[in-house]
């Protein structure tokens, strides 16, 4: 039975992470094989996953993500809201991911931007 919980914790731990930490915090969060895919970015593997992390935190410095409510999901599949913006105030970008289980990390994950910045 899968901890979703725990795993979007591993999820957004690995995110926050900084160089580091981070190599870390993406093995015990994603599987080798991981796919990434959302509107903006996708990234495959642990490699790819620590490009897009580094980018987002290059990109937003200081800002932090967060859950947003509580991950829920069923059998081998989790779905999970975030935030992202500076410690402390309202979150500037928001999403949600749907992700694919396998052993306790993810494998594949879908990601849906919820709030952006008015341009």
């Known amino acids: 039975m899968n901890d979703f919980n725990e795993i979007a914790e591993a999820y957004i731990a690995a995110w926050n992470a900084e160089a580091g930490s981070r190599n870390e915090l993406i093995e015990k ?3 080798a094989d991981v796919a ?3 509107p903006i970015m ?3 593997g642990h490699e790819g996953i620590g490009g897009l992390i580094a980018g987002v935190k290059g990109q937003f410095p200081g800002f932090v993500f967060t859950l947003k409510g509580t991950p829920d ?3 081998d599949t989790i779905r ?3 935030a992202l913006g500076p410690e402390g105030v309202d979150s500037v970008i928001e999403g949600t991911d749907i992700g694919l289980i396998e052993n306790g ?3 594949q994950v879908t990601g849906f931007i919820d ?3 008015a341009q």
């Open 73 to 75: 999901g069923f059998a």
């Open 36 to 38: 990434y895919r959302d």
């Open 105 to 107: 990390r993810l494998k």
């Open 42 to 44: 996708q990234g495959d």
């Open 115 to 117: 709030k952006v910045p």
């Open 80 to 82: 999970f809201s975030w």
């Open 29 to 31: 969060a994603f599987t």
